[in-house]
C-alpha cells in the first residue's frame, strides 16, 4: 500500500504560498513546500481529495481556499523513512485568510512567493519548481 498526498498551489497577486516545512517533519524538513497533507481514509466518501487539501490548508496555514480546484499533475516518490507516496497537485483559489504557520510541527514559516523567487531558491526542491511550472500553465 502507498500514501496518498495531496498539495495544493494557491496564487494571490502574482505570488504562491509556499511553506518551509518544519525542521520536525520526518520527510522533507526545511525544504520549501506547497501546503497539503495525507488523505485520512474515511470510508466511502466523495470529493475525498479535494476535502482533505481544504481542511489541510486551513489547519496548517489558516487560509481557506474554494471547494472547485483543478488537477495539476500527480507524482510519486518515497519518503525519507521509506514509505511509498502517491502525490496530486490541485492548483487552488485563494478565498480568505493570513497565511500564518497555524501548524508549527508541520510548517516552520509561511511565504508569498513569485515563480521567479522559487526556482531560484536553494530550498526549492525540483519537485516543487516542476509543480509550480506546471500550475502557471494550468493558471494560464
Not at 2 to 27: M, T
Not at 92 to 120: F, L, N, R
Request: net charge negative; proline share 3%; glycine share 8%.
Amino acid at each position: 500500500m502507498f500514501i496518498v498526498n495531496v498539495e495544493g498551489a494557491i496564487k494571490k497577486d502574482g505570488k504562491w504560498l509556499i511553506i518551509e516545512r518544519s525542521h520536525k517533519e520526518d520527510h522533507a524538513a526545511g525544504l520549501l513546500s506547497l501546503v497539503g497533507g495525507k488523505v485520512d481514509l474515511k470510508g466511502n466518501s466523495g470529493d475525498i481529495l479535494e476535502r482533505t487539501l481544504v481542511r489541510e490548508i486551513f489547519e496548517e496555514v489558516d487560509v481557506r481556499v474554494e471547494e472547485s480546484m483543478e488537477y495539476v499533475h500527480s507524482t510519486s516518490f518515497v519518503t525519507d523513512k521509506g514509505d511509498p507516496v502517491v502525490d496530486v497537485v490541485f492548483l487552488c483559489t485563494y478565498d480568505s485568510g493570513i497565511a500564518i504557520p497555524k501548524s508549527q510541527d508541520e510548517v516552520e514559516a509561511v511565504h508569498w512567493m513569485t515563480t521567479e523567487e522559487i526556482m531560484s531558491h536553494p530550498n526549492a526542491p525540483s519537485y516543487l519548481r516542476e509543480s509550480i511550472l506546471r500550475a502557471e500553465k494550468v493558471s494560464g
